[in-house]
């Protein structure tokens, strides 16, 4: 086997020491996870961490980047059916397996406390926000448009809603995991300008 290159090699560290941090960060928390327990659980060096990231607030979010991106991915597939009734139909069951998992909800809200304390940090994660609920609020009218649709907000609105929703019942489902998620469903039709499953057009007498 040929060697690694040396920027394949720290690649590869990243990944590993990526890969442990998460692992460690969803099980135990932010708080109880240092660079140390990473170091030690990846078999690297603490200095091997530090090669690669400027500290454990940059790893947690690189953490939490590529859980987001991996649900991006997930929302994409699911507004590539075919049409709009099953595309709902597969983001409610996307949102039932996603929103609420306790361990990476709990990891978002304690690092967004955590950064709430640090303008610099808060700074970066709303950057962070900012660009998801574009992304989310862009796909969702392009899908719409594409099928005729008029949302009943604008992207970028579309997107924050969309996006202090999940959260909100995400904290609900951590807590009560059977809060049903039908209510987002619901609202996302009317958002995006959909009638209601099973209403009828008014009539005018």
């Known amino acids: 086997m040929p060697r690694l290159t040396r920027a394949e090699s720290q690649a590869r560290t990243r990944a590993q020491l990526l890969a442990t941090a998460r692992e460690l960060f969803l099980r135990d928390g932010y708080q109880p996870t240092s660079l140390d327990k990473v170091a030690e659980a990846a078999g690297f060096s603490k200095g091997a961490v530090y090669s690669n990231f400027r500290g454990k607030d940059e790893l947690c979010m690189a953490v939490l980047d590529e859980i987001r991106a991996e649900h991006a991915m ?29 361990q990476w909800t709990t990891l978002e809200l304690e690092f967004g406390v955590h950064a709430g304390r640090d303008p610099r940090l808060r700074e970066e994660l709303a950057r962070r926000i900012a660009a998801f609920s574009s992304t989310a609020g862009t796909a969702v009218t392009s899908v719409a ?14 997107g924050v809603a969309l996006l202090a929703m999940g959260v909100g019942l995400g904290l609900f ?6 809060t049903p998620v039908r209510a987002l469903v619901d609202t996302v039709r009317v958002l995006a300008g959909l009638p209601h499953v099973g209403s009828t057009p008014s009539s005018s007498t």
């Not at 699911?78 to 609420?100: H, K, M, N, Q, S």
């Not at 448009?145 to 579309?158: K, N, R, V, Y």
């Not at 489902?173 to 059977?178: D, K, L, Q, V």
């Open 145 to 158: 448009d594409a099928d005729g649709i008029t949302p009943a907000i604008p992207a970028e609105e579309l």
């Open 173 to 178: 489902r951590s807590i009560a995991p059977e």
């Open 74 to 102: 997930e929302i994409a597939e699911v507004l590539r059916a075919p049409d709009t009734e099953e595309r709902l139909r597969r983001f409610e069951v996307w949102a039932e397996r996603v929103i609420g998992d306790p």
